[in-house]
C-alpha cells in the first residue's frame, strides 16, 4: 500500500514507494534509478545511479 502524502514535497516520496513495489523492471524504472552505464575496455561495468549510496559510519 502506498501512503498518502498531501504536500508537494513528500509526493516525490509516492513516486519511491511506487518503484518499491514492482514486480517487472521496466525501462522507465531503470531510467529513472540508473543516470548512464559506462563500459570500460575488460568488460566491466561501472554503474552510476542517480541516487547516492547511504553513508554508513
Known amino acids: 500500500m502506498i501512503p498518502s502524502y498531501s504536500s508537494p514535497r513528500n509526493s516525490a516520496f ?12 521496466t525501462p522507465e524504472i531503470l531510467h529513472r534509478l540508473i543516470n548512464r552505464i559506462d563500459v570500460k575496455e ?16
Not at 509516492?14 to 523492471?25: A, G, H, R, S
Not at 566491466?44 to 554508513?56: E, G, L, N, V
Request: charged content about 25%; proline content about 7%.
Open 42 to 57: 575488460d568488460g566491466t561495468p561501472i554503474i552510476y545511479y542517480r541516487f547516492a549510496a547511504p553513508k554508513i559510519d
Open 14 to 25: 509516492k513516486n519511491y514507494f511506487t518503484f518499491l513495489n514492482f514486480d517487472e523492471l
